[in-house]
């Protein structure tokens, strides 16, 4: 029911085992950093100006509340249960751009707009979810871990989503312990200056459908998180279609 805030250069960190935010309460960032940890939701404001908030601990689509931000950051870095709803993020969204930093979202939709809304810093974990928008894994050194597969629509949701794993070791990588399958969408690796990895992690089976194509250059096979023997099956199209580049198929799979 009442206020907390951070001034410049300070660093506000909510880490009780488990915290709300009131209807009447306010949380306020100026030139500051905010940490929320535990499990928590917001029902009050936040309220945020030049600031950076770190989404941590454990928390639902609906528990993010009401955020005012100017010229400010989000990141997930804890685990956001989107389960049955729907995650709208991008330009001229409440939430803006959503930077997925070691953070997992699991469920649901993830709605981008206006081609913006979820970027991976570092690396960030999908968890049974659908995209609609295009996957960018266009940073250095950026990891995207699919679990429990991903249907990766268009920003209209129509078949033939995208994923642009163009950045510098960039990496895409389908974890799972049972079989798993990805269909109707188009994988872009590495680019005239930089190699992508498409990894398959754990003891199970891929399936990449007939409506898949994987083309590029870089690494296709190699594992990640987790060891074992995947096993890839394509039924789409793989395409080394970058003059004077190399696509690989390796790792300890068949």
Not at 199 to 210: K, P, S, V, Y
Request: hydrophobic share 35%; net charge neutral.
């Amino acid at each position: 029911q009442g206020t907390l805030s951070a001034l410049s250069g300070a660093t506000l960190a909510l880490s009780a085992t488990n915290w709300s935010n009131a209807v009447t309460g306010t949380i306020s960032g100026t030139g500051a950093t905010l940490n929320f940890n535990g499990a928590w939701s917001n029902a009050g404001t936040v309220t945020l100006s030049s600031s950076t908030l770190n989404l941590g601990g454990t928390f639902s689509t609906a528990g993010i509340g009401t955020i005012n931000r100017t010229s400010s950051t989000l990141n997930v870095t804890g685990t956001l249960n989107n389960t049955g709803a729907t995650l709208t993020v991008g330009t001229g969204t409440a939430l803006g751009i959503l930077n997925l930093v070691s953070g997992t979202i699991q469920g649901g939709t993830v709605q981008e707009t206006a081609g913006t809304g979820l970027v991976f810093n570092t690396t960030g974990t999908l968890n049974g979810v659908t995209l609609r928008g295009v996957l960018d894994l266009s940073g250095t050194n950026n990891t995207a871990r699919i679990l429990n597969g991903l249907t990766l629509l268009t920003e209209a949701g129509g078949l033939g989503g995208v994923a642009n794993v163009t950045g510098a070791n960039a990496t895409l990588v389908f974890d799972s312990t049972s079989t798993a399958s990805f269909n109707n969408a188009t994988i872009n690796l590495g680019s005239a200056t930089t190699a992508g990895n498409l990894n398959i992690d754990g003891a199970a089976t891929l399936t990449l459908g007939a409506g898949v194509t994987v083309q590029g250059t870089g690494n296709i096979g190699n594992q990640s998180f987790v060891g074992g023997t995947a096993t890839l099956i394509n039924q789409g199209t793989i395409s080394a279609n970058l003059s004077g580049k190399t696509l690989t198929f390796s790792g300890n799979g068949a």
